[in-house]
């Protein structure tokens, strides 16, 4: 950091100019390259997916190729160039950009623009990834499910333009950062799959259970407050308890079928607000109105609802607050009864290979997987005392938090990291502005 305001102070010390991405370069569309041209050897090339998925800040090779005589007929990116996805699901991942820096041209799909200029190409492929450019350019997307973007758009967009030399400077700064945090978030990530992996074994045998008593053999070590509880649970070897299906311990109902807008009485809880952890997605929220019959399908805290078709069937979100909502007519709200079952004891059986082992075998396959009440009121789960259960909810829903939790444990760990990384980044690319 000291370095680069060196370098401003000596060759900007009145500040740093500001030029339109159109004034410093030019945007060239890509053309006529579909998946099914990619090959695995041949002339480079990159299809506008693969920024989305495969590529990072820059490449200095290609993971595909198309054949010479192909590539002689579309457009290519030049050593230097950038290659940017101009078409996302969502507006985030709009105009994703890296910095082609290999030693020949390469071919360039449709769904993206290769941008030619006069800056250094790592520093304008950071400055992508900039606040200051999604900030610039979100007035500029156009679409509704697929969100796009111009070149003529993107022309318009403001850059700051520092000497090359500080230019260079950052991007040295940067990679060495990147370099460091990438690593760093390799050892979080990996240390985040043992832990799961050991959550998922640890869940699997706290609920297994023989039809009239339930050992537990554990062989790792985990957290020490974690693991003195599950030891103590563990010398209460013997467990009294009873086998019920689903139906002889909660209601069922299907949910409500409604047009959903941006604004509403009721949040409306589809599939695809259920996180692959079994948590309730705060993004992408739609909402319904109570004149639309919404209020017959409200959800209270405790009701634990469950996907049941396509290929998330048996997905399960536990409700815990008291915000307004109904549940969408491909759920089945499961509301237990709170005498016998706990809902996150529920809920934790619903997560375990116990469940998906009767689920699998139960569930409809013709054309989608369907999952409907008839079939999940035969579920058998075991069901021990209250107490026993509320113990095995305190040990799983520590594990859940350490693993899962994004304002806590490991995933707390590694947002932090990138929420650092991100904040690094976009101090290094704001600059006074020079007076005119």
């Known amino acids: 950091m000291s370095r680069i305001d060196e370098l401003i102070r000596e060759h900007c010390p009145n500040g740093v100019e500001f030029k339109t991405l159109g004034d410093v370069g030019e945007f060239i569309r890509g053309n006529g390259m579909l998946k099914s041209d990619l090959r695995s050897e041949g002339f480079p090339a990159i299809h506008y997916g693969q920024v989305h998925t495969t590529y990072g800040t820059s490449a200095e090779t290609t993971v595909s190729y198309v054949t010479p005589a192909f590539a002689s007929k579309i457009r290519k990116a030049k050593p230097g160039d950038l290659v940017i ?20 041209d ?11 200029h006069t800056l250094e190409p790592k520093y304008v492929a950071y400055f992508f990834q900039s606040d200051q450019f999604q900030a610039q350019k979100k007035s500029r997307i156009t679409g509704a499910k697929v969100k796009r973007i111009s070149g003529e758009s993107m022309a318009k967009i403001r850059v700051p333009v520092p000497p090359m030399e500080v230019q260079q400077e950052i991007v040295r700064v940067l990679d060495t950062f990147s370099r460091l945090e990438a690593e760093l978030e390799a050892e979080l990530e990996a240390e985040l799959e043992a832990r799961r992996l050991q959550y998922t074994f640890y869940r ?21 407050s974690i ?4 030891n103590q649970s563990i010398n209460q070897s013997i467990r009294r308890i009873r086998w019920a299906k689903v139906s ?5 109902n299907y949910g409500f079928t409604a047009k959903a807008a941006d604004e509403g009485e009721y949040r409306l809880i589809r599939i695809t607000d259920i996180t692959e952890n079994g948590k309730l997605s705060p993004d992408g929220a739609k909402f319904v109105d109570s004149t639309d019959g919404a209020g017959d ?3 209270e805290p405790g009701d634990v609802l469950m996907a049941r078709t396509g290929a998330t069937f048996g997905k399960t979100v536990l409700i815990q607050d008291e915000e307004p909502a109904v549940y969408a007519s491909f759920l089945i709200r499961i509301r237990v009864n709170k005498e016998e079952v706990l809902p996150g004891y529920y809920w934790h059986f619903a997560q375990s290979s116990q469940y998906w082992r009767q689920a699998n075998n139960l569930v409809s396959r013709g054309g989608q ?8 009121n035969d579920v058998r789960l075991p069901v021990p005392p209250i107490e026993e259960q509320r113990n095995i909810v305190t040990l799983l829903d520590k594990f859940d938090a350490l693993v ?20 690094f980044r976009d101090k290094l690319l704001t600059f006074e502005e020079a007076t005119a």
């Open 369 to 376: 997987p369907q999952f409907n009440a008839n079939v999940l």
């Open 106 to 116: 390469v071919a360039v799909s449709g769904d993206a623009y290769i941008y030619r």
């Open 227 to 230: 693991n003195q509880s599950i």
């Open 85 to 104: 996805a101009t078409t996302s699901e969502d507006d985030d991942a709009v105009a994703k950009a890296l910095a082609w820096v290999g030693t020949t």
């Open 297 to 299: 399908y409200v959800v």
């Open 248 to 252: 002889e311990i909660a209601m069922l």
């Open 404 to 423: 899962n939790d994004l304002s806590t444990g490991l995933p707390a760990e590694l947002n932090a990291r990138r929420q650092q990384y991100e904040y």
């Open 204 to 224: 699997d045998q706290l609920l297994t259970f023989a039809e009239q008593e339930m050992a537990i053999i554990i062989n790792q070590s985990i957290n020490q």
